[in-house]
């Protein structure tokens, strides 16, 4: 028997020992490290907006803008219920003058232009403050969760669910509302609702249903049309 190679076949075993050891070492950290299986797949990438030219029936004046393609879809569902609640003699909306903003997920308001007596007339403008200034806002808080009045009188909105939120905005109009469209003109900012619920208002306006029927019945008040 050759016992020169013992020394070097017990040094292989040994080598090979550690060797394996240091493998499954390094593996186990590995696999310590690795996401397990079936986790939470990596974040996609950011949505692009989408070129839109129209909101609705309404082209867009100025040309095509930018929007995140959710809420161009909101657009479209408020400007339809607008024009579903305004008066028979008028057209649907021609055209819609505003800028897009954000990341394409806010809009800012300047008019509503649409056809009656075969002319083009302004339903809404941002610089007129009448009722049909306030319906228009009664109408956007029926789409959106957030609704400012910027200066000159454009409406900013912003994309998200609609419901009540019990910000200062819906506060301020709420309030507005009651004292110009429903002749409560003691309503104030803490007692609105009480005022509302003696006028013969049913249901409660900042639960997510009495929010819009309170908004839809602002808005019809405001064009006129709520005897039809």
Same mark, same amino acid.
């Given at each position: 028997m050759n016992e020169s190679h013992s020394p070097l076949s017990r040094r292989r075993i040994l080598l090979g020992a550690a060797a394996a050891s240091a493998a499954t070492v390094a593996g186990a950290s590995a696999a310590h490290a690795a996401p397990p299986a079936g986790g939470a797949p990596p974040a996609g990438?950011?949505?692009?907006?989408?070129?839109?030219?129209?909101?609705?029936?309404?082209?867009?004046?100025?040309?095509?803008?930018? $929007?995140?393609?959710? $809420?161009?879809?909101?657009? #479209?569902?408020? &400007?339809? $219920?607008?024009?579903?609640?305004?008066?028979?003699?008028?057209?649907?909306?021609?055209? %819609?003058?505003?800028?897009?903003?954000?990341?394409?997920?806010? $809009?800012? &308001?300047?008019?509503?232009? %649409?056809?009656?007596? #075969?002319?083009?007339? #302004?339903?809404?403008?941002?610089?007129?403050?009448?009722?049909?200034?306030?319906?228009?806002?009664?109408?956007?808080?029926?789409?959106?969760?957030?609704?400012?009045?910027?200066?000159?009188?454009?409406?900013?909105?912003? #994309?998200?669910?609609?419901?009540?939120?019990?910000s200062a905005g819906q506060v301020a109009f709420a309030t507005t509302a009651c004292r110009e469209l429903w002749g409560l003109r003691a309503a104030d900012a803490t007692d609105w609702r009480e005022h509302l619920s003696r006028a013969g208002h049913g249901g409660d306006p900042t639960s997510r249903s009495g929010w819009a029927a309170f908004t839809r019945a602002s808005l019809r008040r405001g064009l006129r049309t709520d005897s039809y």
């Open positions: 990438p950011a949505r692009r907006p989408v070129a839109r030219d129209r909101i609705a029936t309404a082209r867009l004046a100025g040309g095509p803008a930018r $929007f995140q393609a959710d $809420f161009h879809e909101r657009l #479209d569902a408020w &400007l339809a $219920f607008w024009s579903a609640n305004s008066p028979r003699i008028w057209s649907t909306p021609t055209e %819609v003058e505003g800028q897009a903003g954000g990341d394409g997920d806010a $809009f800012t &308001l300047h008019a509503i232009r %649409v056809i009656r007596d #075969d002319e083009t007339r #302004d339903a809404f403008a941002a610089g007129r403050s009448d009722a049909a200034h306030l319906a228009t806002l009664a109408s956007l808080h029926h789409h959106f969760p957030s609704v400012r009045v910027e200066a000159g009188g454009a409406l900013r909105v912003a #994309d998200g669910p609609a419901g009540w939120t019990g």
